[in-house]
T-cell receptor, first 113, second 111 residues
């Protein structure tokens, strides 16, 4: 069974631009969570989607948004990029939003210059 | 106040030894506990989950949970250089589906 896929793997953007990241969960998994990982803050929860609905949201500004499609694929968008948004963005897939176990994708490394 | 605490390390152990990684948490309502392994430049990989007090063994890995003392640990027996990675502890409280991660402990297994 194929794992979680994320595209693109690497991205370089300029301050003020916006970016869209994509995540395809494991086949049959319906819940997708997004995390930001930085050396300073560790792994921080952004939001979780299940059945095309945002179920949970972390403590991030409104510049961070996401959505989920009917095939469970998810996208997250960051508008008006700031230098501090440089991070590894990880998508995690689970069977449903009540599932205990999450499986991470390879991540998208975003660099904002 | 950090909710999940881990010693950042690095924890250095010789090959073949037992590596002991510890994690403490502040929320007494926590009910689900996870250990992830993250190699440098890679994403976290789930290696153990534990939900009740006591030990849970899976191959060379043993997770130990003590809810009264609010700690969870991971023992790696017969440590190998390939076990060198950062180990992340994650905790989820009952009724919530959002895990809180510790900052991780760096483990170095030297030959």
């Amino acid at each position: 069974k194929a794992g979680v896929t994320q595209t693109p793997r690497y991205l370089i953007k300029t301050r003020g631009q916006q970016v869209t990241l994509s995540c395809s969960p494991i086949s049959g998994h319906r819940s997708v969570s997004w995390y930001q990982q930085t050396p300073g803050q560790g792994l921080q929860f952004l939001f979780e989607y299940f059945s095309e609905t945002q179920r949970n949201k972390g403590n991030f500004p409104g510049r961070f948004s996401g959505r989920q499609f009917s095939n469970s694929r998810s996208e997250m968008n960051v508008s008006t990029l700031e230098l501090g948004d440089s991070a590894l963005y990880l998508c995690a897939s689970s069977l449903n939003y009540e599932s205990n176990e999450q499986y991470f994708g390879p991540g998208t490394r975003l660099t904002v210059t | 106040q950090k909710e999940v605490e881990q010693n950042s390390g690095p924890l250095s152990v010789p090959e073949g030894a037992i590596a002991s990684l510890n994690c403490t948490y502040s929320d007494r309502g926590s009910q689900s506990f996870f250990w992830y392994r993250q190699y440098s430049g890679k994403s976290p990989e789930l290696i153990m989950s534990i939900y009740s007090n006591g030990d849970k063994e899976d191959g060379r890995f043993t997770a130990q949970l003590n809810k009264a003392s609010q700690y969870v640990s991971l023992l790696i027996r017969d440590s190998q250089p390939s076990d060198s990675a950062t180990y992340l502890c994650a905790v989820r409280r009952g009724g919530s589906y959002i895990p809180t991660f510790g900052r991780g402990t760096s483990l170095i297994v030297h030959p």
